[in-house]
C-alpha cells in the first residue's frame, strides 16, 4: 500500500476541516493512520497533517487532481506527499565538521531517509570524506571580492543537482538576501544559542566566561535576518563551574548535531508549518523515527 502525507492551512474557525478531509480520503479508498492540528488564534490559521494509506490503490496524481474541490470550500493551501520519495538535499560545511559527519551517518543507516546529492564547501578539509561516502564534492571559494560570482556557482550546484533543500551545517559565509529569498523555507541553519548575547568569535568562551549554566543550539529557516529566521527545533544542556571552555565546546558540538538532525527530521516528513515569523511542529508519526539498519 501506498503512504501519503497531506498537508493543509486555512483560517481559523472553519467548522468540518477535519471531517471534510476524513470523507475525501475514504471516498477514495484511503485509510487515515495518524493525523495532527492546531488552531492557532492569535495567527488566525488553522493547521493539519494527515497520514494515510491508499488501499484500493488510488493514485497521488488522482488526490492532487479532486482534492482541489473539497480545499476550496475552506480557502485551503494544501499539499500531497509521499512518504517514499526522498528529498533531495545538498550539505554545506565549512571547517567544523560534526554536524557533517553526524548527517553522513544518520543518512547511511537509513535513520534520515534523505537523498544527498552534493556536500558544497569553502575549504577542502572534508572532500575525502564525503567522496568516500559516494557523494559529488564541490569545493567553492568565497571572499569578499567574488562573493556574488561563488553564490551563482553554489546555486548552479543546487540547480543542477534538483535539490530541494540547502543544510547550512556549520557552513560559516552569510548567504546573499536574493539566495535567502529565493530558496525561503527550504535552508536550514544550526547554530548556538547564546544569540544575541554572545556575537561573533569564540562564543562558548565567552559563555564560559559569564558563568552560564545552559548550552543550547537552535536550528531554522534561513531569512534575511541574520539567525532570525523561523525556529524548527531548539534544545539545552546543563554545564557546571567546573567544565572548561574546551567542554563547553564539545558538549556544544553534541547538541548542535542533534538539533540540526532534528530539525531535518521534521523538515523532510512534512511536520513543519510556517507560521509568519514561526512555525507549527508536529510530532512524528509512528514508525518515523525507525532506520534501515543498525550502523
Known amino acids: 500500500m501506498n503512504k501519503f502525507v497531506l498537508n493543509a492551512k486555512?483560517?481559523?474557525?472553519?467548522?468540518?476541516?477535519?471531517?471534510?478531509?476524513?470523507?475525501?480520503?475514504a471516498k477514495h479508498g484511503c485509510n487515515v493512520t495518524d493525523a495532527a492540528q492546531f488552531d492557532d488564534v492569535g495567527t488566525d490559521s488553522f493547521f493539519t497533517r494527515t497520514c494515510f494509506t491508499s488501499e484500493e490503490g488510488v493514485t497521488l496524481e488522482a488526490l492532487r487532481n479532486e482534492f482541489p474541490e473539497v480545499a476550496a470550500g475552506f480557502d485551503m493551501e494544501f499539499s500531497f506527499?509521499?512518504?517514499?520519495?526522498?528529498?533531495?538535499?545538498?550539505i554545506m560545511v565549512s571547517r567544523f565538521g560534526h554536524c557533517l559527519n553526524d548527517l553522513l551517518y544518520r543518512w547511511r543507516i537509513g535513520a534520515l531517509p534523505i537523498d544527498i546529492v552534493?556536500?558544497?564547501?569553502?575549504?577542502?578539509?572534508y572532500q575525502k570524506v564525503v567522496v568516500n561516502h559516494d557523494i559529488p564534492f564541490h569545493c567553492i571559494k568565497v571572499t569578499k571580492e567574488n562573493k556574488p560570482t561563488a553564490e551563482a556557482a553554489i546555486m548552479r550546484?543546487?540547480?543542477?543537482?534538483?535539490?530541494?533543500?540547502?543544510?547550512?551545517?556549520?557552513y560559516m559565509q552569510i548567504l546573499s538576501d536574493?539566495?535567502?529569498?529565493?530558496?525561503?523555507?527550504?535552508?536550514?541553519?544550526?547554530?548556538?544559542?547564546?544569540?544575541?548575547?554572545f556575537k561573533g568569535a569564540n562564543p562558548y568562551k565567552?559563555?564560559?566566561?559569564?558563568?552560564?549554566?545552559?548550552?543550547?543550539?537552535?536550528?531554522?529557516?534561513?531569512t534575511a535576518d541574520l539567525d532570525e529566521g523561523p525556529i524548527i527545533e531548539q534544545d539545552t544542556i546543563r554545564v557546571t563551574h567546573a567544565q572548561s571552555p574546551d567542554d563547553y565546546v564539545?558538549?556544544?558540538?553534541?547538541?548542535?548535531?542533534?538539533?540540526?538532525a532534528r530539525a531535518i527530521h521534521a523538515h523532510i516528513h512534512h511536520r513543519v508549518f510556517l507560521n509568519g515569523d514561526k512555525t507549527v511542529v508536529f510530532p512524528a508519526s509512528p514508525g518515523e523515527y525507525g532506520s534501515e539498519r543498525m550502523g
Open 10 to 25: 486555512c483560517e481559523s474557525h472553519r467548522r468540518g476541516v477535519g471531517a471534510a478531509i476524513a470523507t475525501f480520503l
Open 81 to 90: 506527499h509521499d512518504v517514499v520519495e526522498k528529498t533531495k538535499v545538498v
Open 118 to 125: 552534493a556536500v558544497i564547501s569553502n575549504h577542502m578539509d
Open 157 to 170: 550546484v543546487v540547480e543542477d543537482a534538483g535539490a530541494e533543500l540547502i543544510v547550512l551545517a556549520r
Open 178 to 197: 536574493e539566495m535567502c529569498k529565493k530558496m525561503s523555507g527550504r535552508i536550514i541553519n544550526i547554530h548556538h544559542s547564546f544569540l544575541p548575547s
Open 206 to 222: 565567552q559563555a564560559f566566561e559569564r558563568g552560564v549554566k545552559l548550552i543550547g543550539a537552535t536550528s531554522h529557516y534561513v
Open 250 to 260: 564539545s558538549l556544544g558540538r553534541d547538541v548542535e548535531s542533534q538539533v540540526l
